[in-house]
């Protein structure tokens, strides 16, 4: 999304699609470009708003909003509780990962 109003869409269609999947949960997020010396690469920061009031149960996934980069369109997913525990061991780390949303050109 290149400015608020079309984040703001994005959000409620990424919200409407996800709402048939029990396992995601959409959180509203807050991305910016970040500054960067070299034009050839582009830096973004990610704000998931309320972090503590997230769903922490293992497998549980957190759905930021969409972000275009280079022509296609992304979103970090997150599972605050973490996604499987090797071994039988208790799993105490988030995954963090980034899904392509869109073919690029």
Partial sequence: ???DND???DQGEEEEAMNN???VTVSFTKIAALPTDNPKKKRFGI???N???LPAEMG???QSSIFSCFQTDWCVLMCPGG???ADGEEDEWV???IKRKSEGE
């Fill in 60 to 62: 549980r996934r957190v």
């Fill in 51 to 53: 972090f503590k009031d």
């Fill in 83 to 85: 996604d499987s525990a």
């Fill in 1 to 3: 999304a290149d400015n």
């Fill in 7 to 9: 984040a703001a869409a």
């Fill in 47 to 49: 704000k998931f708003d």
């Fill in 21 to 23: 999947d029990d396992n």
């Fill in 95 to 97: 995954k963090i990962g």
